[in-house]
């Protein structure tokens, strides 16, 4: 059974920042590419970042200039780093293994902006 297993999510302050953890088997880390969506209420889930196993990546529109994802080889872990965080970021985020027609879930973790 494939696990993503994310952290780091919580309340923050506008223009404030947050990082973001996902944890994973070695076999999905190696051969998936890894990447990061969020939901915000009544509004379909959207790319925030992905990463591929040779370092590759792509940014939604929105988050282009504040984010960066980045991964740990050695923990199998991939990171998003979310800086001057403003309201409409705020969402459930989810962590993603993508590879072909593949694709596995986190369990996601809330991210709120708010003064």
């Known amino acids: 059974q494939v696990q993503l297993v994310e952290s780091g999510g919580g309340l923050v302050q506008p223009g404030g920042s947050l990082r973001l953890s996902c944890a994973t088997s070695?076999?999905?880390?190696?051969?998936?590419?890894m990447g990061w969506f969020r939901q915000a209420p009544g509004k379909p889930r959207e790319l925030v970042a992905r990463?591929?196993?040779?370092?590759?990546?792509t940014y939604g529109d929105s988050v282009k200039g504040r984010f960066s994802i980045s991964r740990d080889n050695a923990k199998n872990a991939v990171y998003l780093q979310m800086n001057s965080l403003k309201a409409e970021d705020t969402a459930v985020y989810y962590c993603?293994?993508?590879?072909?027609?593949?694709?596995?879930w986190g369990q996601g973790t809330q991210v709120t902006v708010s003064s």
């Open positions: 993603n293994a993508w590879r072909g027609t593949l694709g596995y």
């Open positions: 070695e076999t999905i880390f190696r051969l998936y590419v």
């Open positions: 990463i591929s196993s040779t370092g590759s990546t």
